[in-house]
């Protein structure tokens, strides 16, 4: 009789390349993945009676939100320092000092802010201003 040997081997799956390869993935993404922070100033406008006066197509606009922080077209500025502001009314201006200039501030802005972004445009050299508000409520 002879016998016969049976050679019985488990079969085994290796984890260790495929976690390798999952920790690889997330590293790529964790780098590649670009965060983009939008952030917008909220405005309460003053009010104000009068006429509402046409807006110009290119104007640039600079906001001066509740706590002080400014913002020009949108775009948040890094600080509020003057330099700051008129650096950025340079940059969005492209040299040109004959663009209209509307300055939103909000009700409860500081009147230093305002007083502030009002000095980097004259600074600057802009000499078309126009300030914000919005008519007042029927109710009120």
Known sequence: MKFQRRITQDLEINLTPLIDVVFLLLIFF??????????????NLPEADGETAQEPANAIEISVSQGGAYAI???????????????????????????????????????????????????????????????PDENN
Not at 30 to 43: A, G, I, K, P, Y
Not at 92 to 99: E, F, I, P, Q, T
């Open 30 to 43: 964790m780098v590649s993945t670009t965060f983009s922070r939008e952030t917008r100033l909220s405005v």
């Open 73 to 135: 077209n949108g775009r948040a500025l890094v600080n509020s320092e003057l330099s700051t502001l008129m650096q950025g009314l340079e940059e969005v201006a492209l040299g040109d000092l004959n663009v209209a200039l509307i300055l939103i501030a909000d009700a409860e802005a500081s009147h230093q802010s305002v007083v502030t972004a009002m000095d980097a445009i004259g600074r600057s050299g802009f000499s078309k201003l126009s300030i914000a508000t919005r008519q």
